[in-house]
């Protein structure tokens, strides 16, 4: 059965940092691109980031760009979303997600496996 669990979500003041992580099971991790997307209430799923299976690539959301890193260890089979500067607008539930295409792409409809998300909330 494969799985993606998500860990690392909180509340956050504006201006502060998370980190979150997936760890995937039952995939052969290393072979699969990963992505991160969130949902705010009323809102669509929208991409933030998506790292290539190797690491190599990655790309971001204009919104987060320069202040979100995504990153990935392979020895552990985990992604990480490294979240920094948090705005309040920033504020979601964060999910994770694979893909077998391998590359880094930001289309929600290319994913076929998803993690059950985690709230960030940024707020004073």
């Known amino acids: 059965q494969v799985r993606l669990v998500e860990s690392g979500g909180g509340l956050v003041q504006p201006g502060g940092s998370l980190t979150l992580s997936c760890t995937a099971s039952g995939l052969t991790f290393s072979a699969y691109s990963m992505g991160w997307f969130r949902q705010a209430p009323g809102e669509e799923r929208e991409v933030v980031a998506s790292?290539?299976?190797?690491?190599?690539?990655?790309v971001y959301a204009d919104t987060v760009r320069g202040r979100f890193t995504i990153s990935r260890d392979n020895t552990k089979d985990t992604v990480f979303l490294r979240m920094n500067s948090l705005k309040p607008e920033d504020t979601a539930v964060y999910y994770c997600?694979?893909?077998?295409?391998?590359?880094?792409?930001?289309?929600?409809?290319?994913?076929?496996?998803w993690g059950q998300g985690t709230q960030v909330t940024v707020s004073s």
């Open positions: 997600a694979a893909t077998s295409t391998g590359w880094a792409t930001r289309q929600p409809s290319q994913y076929n496996t």
């Open positions: 790292i290539s299976y190797n690491g190599g690539t990655s």
